[in-house]
């Protein structure tokens, strides 16, 4: 079944589907050691550290969102 995209359920999935995709960049600190045992976790996923990282906060996100 198609949906007419002039159709408000339509716009809303749409809409939906966007906004779970966008990013927004970030500046964080972390300790020198805790960026060393990223990279290395990194290196052995072969992945940049920085999906590591987000994973982490998106991971953490989901398990606090579900307990409340």
């Given at each position: 079944?198609?949906?007419p ?30 960026i ?33």
């Open positions: 079944m198609l949906i995209l002039n159709d408000p359920v339509y716009r809303e999935l749409h809409q939906a589907a966007k906004n779970s995709f966008q990013t927004k960049p970030v500046n964080l600190r972390l300790p020198v050691r805790d060393l045992v990223l990279k290395a976790q990194a290196i052995r996923e072969g992945v940049p550290y920085q999906s590591i990282i987000r994973r982490l906060i998106h991971d953490y996100l989901e398990a606090f969102n579900s307990n409340t």
